[in-house]
T-cell receptor, first 113, second 115 residues
Framework: EAGVTQFPSHSVIEKGQTVTLRCDPI?????LYWYRRVMGKEIKFLLH????????ESGMPNNRFLAERTGGTYSTLKVQPAELEDSGVYFC???????????FGPGTRLTVL | GDSVTQMEGPVTLSEEAFLTINCTYT??????LFWYVQYPGEGLQLLLK?????DKGSNKGFEATYRKETTSFHLEKGSVQVSDSAVYFC??????????????FGTGTRLQVFP
C-alpha cells in the first residue's frame, strides 16, 4: 500500500511569489491534515479535511494560505503571496479514524528568499 | 490550551545505553498520546500510542506509559542502537468528534547514538 506522498520535496521561491504544495493521502483515508514546522520549532496544525470538507481550519495563519481538496482525494495548499516567515517544512497526514493514528508524508521544505 | 512539553535535546548516548525522553502534557478532556519518530531524510512515522490512562504503548523495543496522575508519557528503551538516531516527537490529540482530531506536538528531541 502506498503511503502519503507530497510534491515537491523542496521549493525555493522569492518573497511575493506563489507556491502550491500537493498531498496525496493513503487511498481510502477520508481525513487529511496539513501541518508545518517553522524554524525548528514545534510542528503546528494548519487544517483538517474530512473528504472534501474543511472540518477544522483554526491553524491557518492568515488569508495568504488557501487549501483545497476537490473530490475528496488529493489536496493542495497554496501560499500567495509568500513571505519570509512562511519558510519551513509542510507536512501532510491522513487517517481512517482516530484509533489508528495519522500517517505522515515526507514533507515539503519551502524556502522563501 | 492543550500543550505538550518534552525535554530539550540533543540527547547523546553510547550504543546499548538506556534511553528516557521525558514528555508531559496539558489537556482538557481525555487525550490520546503518541510518539512519532523522524529518521534523517524521512517523514514522521508513528512509533507508538496510548489512548487511555495506564495504557502502555510499545514498538521496536520502545515503551511509554500513559500516566494521568503525572500527566506524562515518557519514552523509554532499554538498549539503544545507532539506528535509533532520529528526532522524536511527543504528541496528543483530544478527539472532539468521531474522526481523528488534530495533533499537538512537542518541540522534538534529537537522539544521537554513537557506537
Amino acid at each position: 500500500e502506498a503511503g502519503v506522498t507530497q510534491f515537491p520535496s523542496h521549493s525555493v521561491i522569492e518573497k511575493g511569489q506563489t507556491v502550491t504544495l500537493r498531498c496525496d493521502p493513503i487511498s481510502g483515508h477520508d481525513n487529511l491534515y496539513w501541518y508545518r514546522r517553522v524554524m525548528g520549532k514545534e510542528i503546528k496544525f494548519l487544517l483538517h479535511f474530512v473528504k472534501e470538507s474543511k472540518q477544522d481550519e483554526s491553524g491557518m495563519p492568515n488569508n495568504r494560505f488557501l487549501a483545497e481538496r476537490t473530490g475528496g482525494t488529493y489536496s493542495t495548499l497554496k501560499v500567495q503571496p509568500a513571505e519570509l516567515e512562511d519558510s519551513g517544512v509542510y507536512f501532510c497526514a491522513s487517517s481512517q479514524d482516530r484509533w489508528r493514528g495519522q500517517f505522515f508524508g515526507p514533507g515539503t521544505r519551502l524556502t522563501v528568499l | 490550551g492543550d500543550s505538550v512539553t518534552q525535554m530539550e535535546g540533543p540527547v547523546t548516548l553510547s550504543e546499548e545505553a538506556f534511553l528516557t525522553i521525558n514528555c508531559t502534557y496539558t489537556a482538557t478532556g481525555y487525550p490520546s498520546l503518541f510518539w512519532y519518530v523522524q529518521y534523517p531524510g524521512e517523514g514522521l512515522q508513528l512509533l507508538l500510542k496510548a489512548t487511555k490512562a495506564d495504557d502502555k504503548g510499545s514498538n521496536k523495543g520502545f515503551e511509554a506509559t500513559y500516566r494521568k496522575e503525572t500527566t506524562s508519557f515518557h519514552l523509554e528503551k532499554g538498549s539503544v542502537q545507532v539506528s535509533d538516531s532520529a528526532v522524536y516527537f511527543c504528541a496528543l490529540s483530544v478527539p472532539r468528534s468521531y474522526n481523528t482530531d488534530k495533533l499537538i506536538f512537542g518541540t522534538g528531541t534529537r537522539l544521537q547514538v554513537f557506537p
